[in-house]
């Protein structure tokens, strides 16, 4: 019924920038965790980044270069990728984690992901 859906990949040169957009298609509550993962070919999917109200948390690798954002009022969430490297090529992934009320139990929702290819 509610559906994340992915935008803003594409093909960029090494060191060029990006900005991916994740919208809720419907009201999500409780949101505890706006993440992004991704999953280069033969690997596996991984972490990038978090945005909680106590703040962000991103990978090693992708430290300085990366920001992840949120726009509560458009139910969305963003990630900048600046100094893009050839190894951040991958299927980006978003992912909403709620919180466990007294009536409902938490929730994971994905997005069906987003190609992301830096050439060298």
């Known amino acids: 019924q509610v559906q994340l859906v992915e935008s803003g990949g594409g093909l960029v040169q090494a060191g060029g920038s990006l900005r991916l957009s994740c919208v809720a298609s419907g009201s999500i509550w409780n949101i505890d965790v706006m993440g992004w993962y991704r999953q280069a070919p033969g690997k596996q999917r991984e972490l990038v980044a978090t945005i909680t109200s106590g703040g962000n948390m991103y990978a090693d690798s992708v430290k300085g270069r990366f920001t992840i954002s949120r726009d509560s009022a458009k139910n969305t969430v963003y990630l900048q990728m600046n100094n893009l490297k050839p190894e951040d090529t991958a299927v980006y992934y978003c992912?909403?984690?709620?919180?466990?009320?007294?009536?409902?139990?938490?929730?994971?929702?994905w997005g069906r992901g987003t190609q992301v290819t830096v050439s060298s």
């Open positions: 992912n909403w984690l709620t919180r466990k009320t007294p009536t409902v139990p938490s929730y994971n929702y």
